[in-house]
């Protein structure tokens, strides 16, 4: 069967949408005695979840674990901001950014950084989870002693979605979170858009 102008559409969307994860930057600007910090999700990040309650966004290899695991719970708005399949943007309270597990705890290793809720988000098999783009931002002060980076950071590598940070249980397939957008995909999707609609009004 020929596929329909509206099909092709919605594949070439769905294209450029799956390209935004990877296109995404997570930057921490970590607080000073005078001067605020921020967590910056520079696009939405998209995980499709395996199903489960979701209550933490761990960040692979965040850093090599120090031996002790510190906590940041200091954040202004303090709701974070996402999505269930495209629908409206819905919130859950922020709970702590941990910075290393520095233990194995279920799917989360040692040099782990997770961004955990206060209350859990239910999901389906197959939904897709989306962190929207967003600045949280640090107080000035705020900075545990001893908190594992000491310097802000671009974070670039793999992020998923667990349970929570005492269980561990992983509730979405690998994320690949990158600072470097990629030019091509977006000209590669704006072309077909392009070729289509000169197609409709031949």
């Keep these: 069967m020929k596929p329909t102008l509206k099909s092709l559409l919605a594949s070439l969307v769905l294209a450029a949408m799956s390209a935004t994860s990877a296109d995404a930057a997570v930057i921490v600007t970590l607080p000073t005695v005078s001067?605020?910090?921020?967590?910056?999700?520079?696009?939405?990040?998209?995980?499709?979840?395996t199903g489960g309650s979701v209550g933490a966004v761990v960040f692979d290899e965040w850093v090599t674990s120090d031996g002790s695991t510190n906590f940041h719970s200091s954040f202004s708005p303090s709701l974070l901001s996402y999505s269930l399949n495209g629908g409206a943007t819905a919130t859950v309270a922020l709970n702590f950014f941990k910075d290393n597990n520095n233990a194995l705890t279920g799917e989360i290793t040692p040099n782990d950084g997770s961004l955990n809720f206060v209350s859990s988000v239910a999901t389906s098999p197959g939904n897709v989870f989306t962190l929207k783009a967003a600045t949280y931002t640090l107080a000035a002060s705020s900075l545990p002693a001893g908190f594992n980076?000491?310097?802000?950071?671009?974070?670039?590598?793999?992020?998923?979605?667990v349970e929570?940070?005492?269980?561990g249980a992983r509730r979405s397939a690998n994320t690949s979170v990158g600072a470097v957008p990629?030019?091509?995909?977006?000209?590669?999707?704006?072309?077909?858009?392009?070729?289509?609609?000169?197609?409709r009004r031949k």
């Design 182 to 199: 990629e030019p091509s995909r977006a000209l590669l999707v704006l072309c077909g858009l392009s070729t289509l609609a000169f197609r």
């Design 35 to 49: 001067t605020a910090g921020s967590i910056v999700f520079t696009q939405d990040i998209h995980f499709t979840s």
């Design 164 to 167: 929570n940070s005492k269980s």
């Design 149 to 161: 980076p000491q310097a802000g950071q671009t974070f670039t590598g793999n992020a998923f979605l």
